[in-house]
């Protein structure tokens, strides 16, 4: 039971940065499109063409304007799916702060920011700075994280 919550939160984190990276790169794609779409001087594009002219790049009008849209839809998709595994994740951490098991705790603070100094970690979890320091020796040692 102990390794299968630790487990399954370290699979949310990687699950979260996942899609963090994934809606970063959609986004600059957008932004890329966009800049397309937009015209370089005070001039108009003329969409009676297929080709756009007067801007940066040459594409078809309506190849953009569909990709745009798609990325847009993605986009969102996306958004929502990170919303779900970061309110899955805050109710994971409360599961395991309602255990009260400590090693469980610490574990949970050490995987979600591992630069995390451990007298913050003793601060979150109310123990000593001693016991998160054997604690996590212990986890080194079990190779859960």
């Known amino acids: 039971m102990k390794i299968k919550i630790i487990e399954e939160y370290k699979k949310l984190i990687q699950e979260i940065a996942a899609l963090k990276s994934e809606i970063a790169r959609k986004e600059r794609h957008l932004r890329r499109l966009r800049d397309i779409y937009k015209p370089m001087e005070i001039t108009a594009i003329d969409y ?4 756009i002219r007067g801007t940066a790049k ?13 990325l847009s839809f993605d986009i969102d998709c996306l958004k929502e799916d990170l919303n779900e595994a970061v309110n899955q994740r ?9 255990l009260g098991d400590v090693e469980k705790q610490i574990a949970m ?6 630069r995390m100094p451990a007298w913050k970690i003793a601060k979150a979890v109310h123990v000593s700075k001693r016991t998160v320091y054997n604690y996590l020796k212990k986890i080194d040692e079990k190779k859960i994280i």
């Open 48 to 51: 009676s063409h297929d080709n």
């Open 58 to 70: 040459q594409a078809n009008i309506m190849d953009v304007a569909r990709e745009i849209n798609e």
């Open 90 to 98: 805050k109710e994971l951490e409360r599961v395991v702060n309602g």
């Open 109 to 114: 603070h050490h995987m979600r920011d591992p």
